[in-house]
């Protein structure tokens, strides 16, 4: 099981918080273990870092007595660099983490989690048409088997261009060989407000398939 950082789960799902780069995934399970995510750097309080490692040398028993005065004030001025230098450090801090995943609906659960991508191509003929809502049904075909990961439950407008996104949970399918792809059209309320003189069309460029436990496409 390998579940990704995200803020929350609408956003998961939309695939807004994918890949492993950067620590962002975790193991889970009887594998899990913590997954540590630093937040930006803040000034360390002077008064906390009473710890460090560094420290000014006793050198006053090396001096004679008439020497003390210029000692003393070589030492203030070590001190006085170091809390200079102190006011700028900075330490990570760690806050913590919300970490999601899918699983197959099936027994015994653990299966693969895919991202699947439309993207829109950028055409005259495209543009023209303005976009139109996606809503596709895709099936991935594996040496293993095939299964279908249904349509988002919501169809999103997707301009020319563009690119929309949503995330499938399937048994292991093995290496992936074939891609089916059905194409629900929406008769809803928001398809409605969408005028125009002519029918809507989508113009496909491609579709991406990625797995998140590899990454391969």
């Known amino acids: 099981f390998v579940g990704a950082a995200c803020p929350s789960w609408e956003e998961y799902k939309h695939g807004v918080c994918w890949g492993c780069q950067h620590t962002l995934c975790a193991t889970m399970g009887f594998h899990a273990r913590p997954l540590h995510i630093h937040t930006p750097s803040t000034p360390r309080d002077n008064k906390q870092?009473?710890?460090?490692?560094?420290?000014i040398p006793n050198t006053i028993n090396n001096f004679s007595s008439m020497d003390m005065s210029a000692a003393a004030q070589?030492?203030?001025?070590?001190?006085?660099?170091?809390?200079?230098?102190?006011?700028?450090?900075?330490e990570p801090e760690e806050s913590s983490v919300k970490v999601f995943l899918g699983t197959s609906p099936q027994a015994p659960?653990?299966?693969e989690q895919y991202r699947v991508s439309v993207v829109t191509a950028l055409t005259?003929?495209?543009?023209?048409?303005?976009?139109?809502?996606?809503?596709?049904?895709?099936?991935?075909?594996?040496?293993?088997?095939?299964?279908t990961i249904p349509a988002p439950q919501r169809p999103t407008f997707v301009e020319a261009g563009g690119r929309m996104s949503w995330l499938g949970f399937t048994p292991s399918l093995?290496?992936?060989h074939a891609l089916q792809?059905?194409?629900?059209?929406?008769?809803?309320f928001l398809h409605a407000l969408i005028f125009r003189f002519n029918p809507p069309t989508l113009y496909v460029d491609y579709f991406d398939i990625e797995e998140l436990s590899t990454g391969l496409l």
Do not use: W
């Open 109 to 111: 659960f653990c299966g």
């Open 181 to 188: 792809v059905e194409y629900e059209k929406d008769h809803g």
């Open 49 to 55: 870092d009473t710890s460090s490692g560094s420290h």
């Open 124 to 147: 005259p003929a495209s543009l023209r048409s303005g976009g139109d809502l996606a809503r596709f049904t895709v099936t991935l075909q594996g040496h293993r088997g095939q299964y």
């Open 74 to 90: 070589n030492i203030s001025g070590m001190e006085n660099r170091k809390d200079s230098g102190r006011q700028s450090s900075v």
């Open 174 to 176: 093995g290496h992936l």
